[in-house]
T-cell receptor, first 113, second 112 residues
Framework: NAGVTQTPKFRVLKTGQSMTLLCAQD?????MYWYRQDPGMGLRLIHY???????AKGEVPDGYNVSRLKKQNFLLGLESAAPSQTSVYFC????????????FGPGTRLTVL | KQEVTQIPAALSVPEGENLVLNCSFT??????LQWFRQDPGKGLTSLLL?????REQTSGRLNASLDKSSGRSTLYIAASQPGDSATYLC???????????FGEGTQLTVNP
């Protein structure tokens, strides 16, 4: 099993450009999450999904959109990138919400110029 | 609002030493607590998960304890090795919802 994979690993954008980060998991997990990690701020939840076709806002959702069209995939979109979105983005998944551990992907390092 | 604090922010020890990493949280109404390891430029690797009804969990040289009433958890690493060098993060899952609240981590360096 590959676990949780993320593409791309690195990306540089100019302000105003758009992009989509892809997360895939092969563990048949119901729950999927997008976090961002910033120095001095720790990891913060952007959006999450409790199952195929569902999405919900996390702690810092502004400027991002997500979609979960297939159970194994969770996409994070930036419609108009801003320098404040320069960060490392992590995807995670868990079997369910209650009491289950979360498994993380390797991360995507995004720089917005 | 739940806040998670990890002290110290950085720790350097000689190889072979036993050590304790600390994690404290402000709201004791948690569902579980998870310890992660993060290597530089890498993702998070889950080490131990403690349910709110449990007092401790063990995996190899690692032992994590949980005291909900005092809002504290410790990660004990026995006989530390240079390969243990990494940042260790704790995170709590709140009783309601799916959110994990993370501490900022303790950066551990084990010197040969």
């Amino acid at each position: 099993n590959a676990g949780v994979t993320q593409t791309p690993k690195f990306r540089v954008l100019k302000t105003g450009q758009s992009m989509t980060l892809l997360c895939a998991q092969d563990m048949n997990h119901e729950y999927m999450y997008w976090y961002r990690q910033d120095p001095g701020m720790g990891l913060r939840l952007i959006h999450y999904s409790v199952g195929e076709g569902t999405t919900a806002k996390g702690e810092v959702p502004d400027g991002y959109n997500v979609s979960r069209l297939k159970k194994q995939n969770f996409l994070l979109g930036l419609e108009s990138a801003a320098p404040s979105q320069t960060s490392v983005y992590f995807c995670a998944s868990s079997l369910s919400s209650s009491g289950e551990e979360q498994f993380f992907g390797p991360g995507t390092r995004l720089t917005v110029l | 609002k739940q806040e998670v604090t990890q002290i110290p922010a950085a720790l350097s020890v000689p190889e072979g030493e036993n050590l304790v990493l600390n994690c404290s949280f402000t709201d004791s109404a948690i569902y579980n607590l998870q310890w992660f390891r993060q290597d530089p430029g890498k993702g998070l690797t889950s080490l131990l998960l403690i349910q709110s009804s449990q007092r401790e969990q063990t995996s190899g040289r690692l032992n994590a304890s949980l005291d909900k009433s005092s809002g504290r958890s410790t990660l004990y690493i026995a006989a530390s090795q240079p390969g243990d060098s990494a940042t260790y993060l704790c995170a709590v899952k709140e009783t309601s919802g799916s959110r994990l609240t993370f501490g900022e981590g303790t950066q551990l360096t084990v010197n040969p």
